[in-house]
């Protein structure tokens, strides 16, 4: 693939990062404390760069840390320029009374903030365990249809049971992509069928956790081989528009090139199997949509030595 311009990467590849990178700058292993955080996310929403940017990741037991920190930095009119901060918020449990009380604690938090004097931000995502269809189900009787839900699922064993109780329940399913040790990170088998599950069954997805580079990469400092924001996203693309198997999406999981991948303003082709651009536009807002990373940087400063930026 040809280099292509710092100032106007391909139009398919601006729809799939678009409002991609939900910063979580608050969690390991930048693990910042949340002046900082706020700070960058106030700066990245400002960046030439803010259409990678998605929502602020924070739990709900850190929600007044927040508002007292952010409060300088909150737009206070919606001028058509800055909208509203949009949060996922990590709750307690999925079930019984702590999950009653974080959702009260969101509903108390948007009340404030639909006032232009307190600033103007939004939950309209939350995200918890999801370790069984029973605890799905009773955490999704609790969840008012004002927030989109992602239940995390472990994907070590099979994953279809717990897909199948977000089917009806207009919530969506949360993967584990890495961690702070190498034991975190999925085995590409484990990650692909996942994905082609949540495809088969059309349930939303996100990652969280160890996306920092574009392609399959190897973690000297972790001594695991991390996934690609890049890879992990055409594959739920072309699982969704494609039906591609598991056996398939473990080999595109695997890439570690860009030589592998055509990308141009049309579309994207991995292995004879071409997304066209208005179709990833589709898919990203309705099946792959985002994944959370505690640094805005490092997947931008990957992007740029491939000269996709």
């Avoid at 009653?100 to 365990?129: C, Y």
């Avoid at 574009?214 to 400092?221: K, L, T």
Wanted: proline content about 6%; charged content about 25%; some cysteine.
């Amino acid at each position: 693939m040809k280099p292509v311009s710092a100032s106007a990467p391909p139009a398919s590849l601006r729809a799939l990062l678009n409002r991609l990178i939900d910063y979580a700058g608050l969690f390991p292993p930048a693990k910042l404390d949340m002046a900082t955080t706020v700070s960058n996310y106030a700066k990245y929403l400002k960046s030439p760069d803010s259409w990678m940017m998605g929502r602020l990741i924070v739990p709900v037991s850190r929600l007044e840390e927040l508002e007292r920190e952010a409060e300088a930095l909150l737009p206070r009119e919606l001028d058509g320029e800055f909208e509203p901060w949009q949060i996922s918020a990590l709750v307690a449990e999925a079930e019984g009374a702590p999950l009653e009380r974080d959702l009260a604690a969101i509903e108390a938090f948007n009340q404030r903030h639909e006032d232009e004097g307190a600033g103007l931000a939004i939950i309209d995502v939350v995200e918890l365990k999801g370790e069984s269809p029973a605890a799905i189900d009773d955490a999704l009787e609790l969840i008012s249809d004002d927030y989109f839900a992602f239940f995390e699922a472990p994907i070590d064993r099979d994953p279809r049971g717990l897909i199948a109780a977000l089917v009806d329940g207009d919530a969506g399913a949360k993967v584990r992509t890495g961690g702070a040790t190498a034991d975190a990170y999925p085995a590409p088998e484990h990650l692909a069928r996942f994905i082609a599950a949540c495809a088969a069954a059309n349930v939303p997805f996100k990652a969280t956790a160890g996306l920092h580079h574009p392609f399959r990469h190897e973690s000297a400092a972790i001594k695991a081989r991390e996934f690609g924001f890049l890879n992990v996203f055409v594959a739920g693309c072309l699982a969704q528009t494609h039906e591609l198997a598991a056996s398939e999406l473990v080999q595109l999981l695997e890439e570690e090139s860009l030589a592998a991948f055509t990308i141009d303003d049309e579309g994207i082709e991995w292995n004879g199997h071409r997304i066209r651009t208005e179709n990833i536009e589709d898919v990203r807002e309705e099946f792959a949509v985002s994944f959370g990373s505690c640094s805005f940087d490092e997947p931008r400063e990957g992007l740029r030595t491939l000269k996709l930026l």
